[in-house]
């Protein structure tokens, strides 16, 4: 199953208001804090939909509240929001956007948001370490 089928879960029921209706306001709240972030960090909501590759109204309902993330775009979302203003102490936004989807010789050419995507943000982290500490691979 892709991300395009796995777009949209109910929050567990721990987590919804006691009504049932909907995601809780702290997970509204936590969810369009990172999505506002990064998408006046990255240009736009449909750049930040095609970072995580889900559809680009997505990212518009997650603002809203319409719609939680599910757990595995979930995850990407908070890894990339993690990645981003890491890269943005670096870079000025537009290079760290760049950086995102470019090649990387840390990453055995790898793209960052694609090993952020398949295998977490542990190795984009490191890379990014590295660039701060001027290396060279």
Not at 13 to 28: H, K, M
Not at 109 to 136: C, F, K, N, Q
Request: net charge positive; aromatic share 4%.
């Amino acid at each position: 199953m892709d991300a395009m089928t796995t777009l949209a879960v109910p929050l567990p029921a721990a987590s919804r208001p006691r009504a049932g209706r909907g995601p809780g306001r702290a997970e509204i709240n936590q969810v369009s804090q990172r999505v506002a972030f990064l998408t006046e960090t990255l240009g736009s909501a449909a750049a930040l939909a095609d970072l995580l590759g889900v559809a680009r109204s997505q990212t518009t309902r997650w603002r809203q509240g319409a719609e939680a993330p599910s757990p595995a775009v979930g995850r990407v979302l908070l890894d990339l929001d993690h990645v981003v203003a890491r890269a943005t102490c670096l870079w000025p936004a537009p290079v760290a956007k760049t950086w995102l989807i470019s090649s990387n010789a840390f990453l055995s050419g790898a793209r960052p948001v694609d090993v952020l995507r398949s295998r977490g943000s542990t190795e984009v982290i490191a890379a990014l370490d590295a660039a701060l500490a001027g290396a060279y691979a």
